[in-house]
């Protein structure tokens, strides 16, 4: 065997990745974002996030019984360089824990869908409680669903309480960390208790926040009072803060994309100032559901080419700043798990994904983000492997380069009994709802479609799948809880 010493002085890149951008065209949208906030501002609704801000040193003024702010260029960088670069996603078992750094990524679904198509009728209803926990549960049992996502809205609840019975149902289905909008300070509080009761006290709780809060600055540039008061509520309590902005291209938001990109980063950055103004150090992930208006039908195009551009843009400008995102990728404009679905999931997912996001969500998301499916979503848990796959890239060392395998095997001969290919069957991508059986393998299957398959899949998860225990007696503690805040809320 032939003697082959290591090389030395090379750089070596294993993985896939996309680099949209020049350092140049991001320093560019930076310049370009600073120079939106010194000069043009934000719109502030909550007096006391005025103050708050004001208290910074930043520039107030009165605005249509609102405020503008104003900030210096060195306020915003003072903000960002206070946010932490890595976050780390407490599940309720240590093992369920992701942690948000550069390089890492992992997939979550899409929330908040406020429809479902039902997996044992097929048919389209609205979303209600029950789906809350059921979603959960496959969080819980998928491999590559990193965080839980909120799916959809317990419809059949009171509204001003629909965040609390959310959280409630979902502790229940998953152990993974739990990612959901407050709607205000007095949600937030109900469910701090409920995260404590989860946790098994409020030290450990304090300790490991079992969720994420999730805020929405208005397009364009508009911290409405709901999302200051969620803010500042939050950061007060050392929750971890997901700031996802919803620009529309053409709509909310300049029809250039990099226009856009640069008004997303505007809220985003407006979200996080605020709350490292309140409590500096408070985790925040720069979030993204930003899409271009179809002009032809006024809709979110989430399936649009479009939709993973943006949200590539948007990763890169997380990865400039150094924070950790959650950027949309795989959400679909059909309203039925089709092919359509699959390739707009495919394409988006990946986009994202080889940008360099966190997390990429839309899993299970159908017709511009209105209506969740159960088989849409493990046919896309199938293509999140595919996508992991193809961002390992290839390995390129003495060992994968096989010179010794090959000149061993030689010409005219096989592999197949090599221990070579022994050692390394098990590393090769698998299809389990993608069919790779020959035809009649398939025909005897009864011909079921990768959707059909889904579904079944689906079933058997929620029929089978126990997802860790609350500790003892939590659950009748969680119930009475919210049954109580029901009560509370509903005598005014």
């Not at 010194?38 to 609102?66: C, F, W, Y």
């Not at 502790?171 to 709607?183: A, E, F, W, Y």
């Amino acid at each position: 065997m032939s003697i082959r010493h290591n090389r030395t002085g090379i750089r070596a890149a294993q993985g896939f990745g996309l680099n949209g951008f020049t350092s140049e065209s991001l320093d560019s949208m930076h310049w370009a974002t600073l120079s939106i906030f010194e000069k043009t501002g934000i719109r502030v609704e909550s007096q006391r996030a005025a103050e708050i801000l004001a208290g910074t040193g930043a520039m107030v003024s009165p605005d249509n019984g609102h405020f503008r702010v104003r900030f210096k260029p060195y306020q915003v960088e003072d903000a960002l360089r206070k946010a932490p670069s890595s976050v780390t996603y407490y599940g309720r078992t240590p093992e369920k824990d992701f942690i948000a750094e550069p390089n890492r990524v992992g997939f979550a679904q899409f929330g908040e869908c406020i429809n479902v198509i039902d997996p044992r009728t097929r048919k389209l209803r609205p979303s209600v409680k029950t789906d809350c926990r059921d979603t959960a549960v496959l969080a819980d049992a998928l491999e590559e669903i990193v965080i839980m996502e909120r799916s959809v809205c317990p419809g059949d609840m009171p509204s001003a309480s629909q965040p609390v019975h959310n959280l409630a149902a979902m502790m229940g289905g998953t152990s993974k960390h739990i990612v959901l909008g407050t709607d205000g300070r007095r949600n937030l509080e109900t469910m701090m208790e409920l995260g404590a009761l989860a946790a098994g006290g409020k030290d450990k709780f304090a300790r490991r926040p079992l969720f994420t809060a999730t805020v929405c600055p208005t397009s364009p540039m508009t911290l409405v009072d709901t999302c200051c008061d969620a803010v500042m509520a939050a950061a007060d309590n050392g929750i971890g803060i997901l700031i996802i902005s919803m620009c529309l291209s053409g709509g909310t938001s300049p029809a250039s994309l990099a226009g856009t990109i640069v008004q997303h980063n505007v809220e985003v950055l407006s979200a996080l100032i605020l709350a490292q103004a309140v409590r500096p150090g408070t985790p925040c992930t720069y979030g993204s559901c930003t899409a271009i208006m179809d002009m032809k039908t006024a809709v979110s195009a989430v399936g649009a080419p479009e939709y993973g551009i943006l949200n590539a843009g948007i990763a890169h400008m997380a990865r400039y700043y150094r924070i950790p995102s959650l950027v949309g990728g795989g959400l679909s404009d059909s309203k039925v798990p089709d092919a359509q679905a699959g390739y707009e999931f495919g394409i988006n997912a990946l986009t994202s994904a080889l940008a360099g996001a966190n997390i990429v969500y839309g899993s299970g998301g159908l017709e511009m983000c209105l209506t969740f499916d159960y088989a849409k979503l493990l046919m896309d848990h199938e293509c999140m492997k595919n996508i992991r796959r193809t961002l390992a890239g290839v390995t390129v060392d003495d060992e994968n380069l096989a010179v010794e395998v090959i000149e061993a095997v030689g010409p005219g001969n096989t592999y197949l009994t090599h221990p070579h290919t022994f050692e390394r069957t098990r590393s090769q991508s698998r299809g389990d709802l993608f069919d790779r059986n020959p035809r009649d393998r398939w025909a005897a299957d009864g011909e079921k479609t990768a959707a059909e398959r889904a579904y079944e899949a689906a079933l058997n998860i929620l029929d089978t799948h126990e997802p860790a225990l609350l500790p003892k007696r939590a659950e009748d503690d969680i119930d009475r809880l919210v049954a109580e805040y029901d009560a509370r809320i509903a005598k005014g």
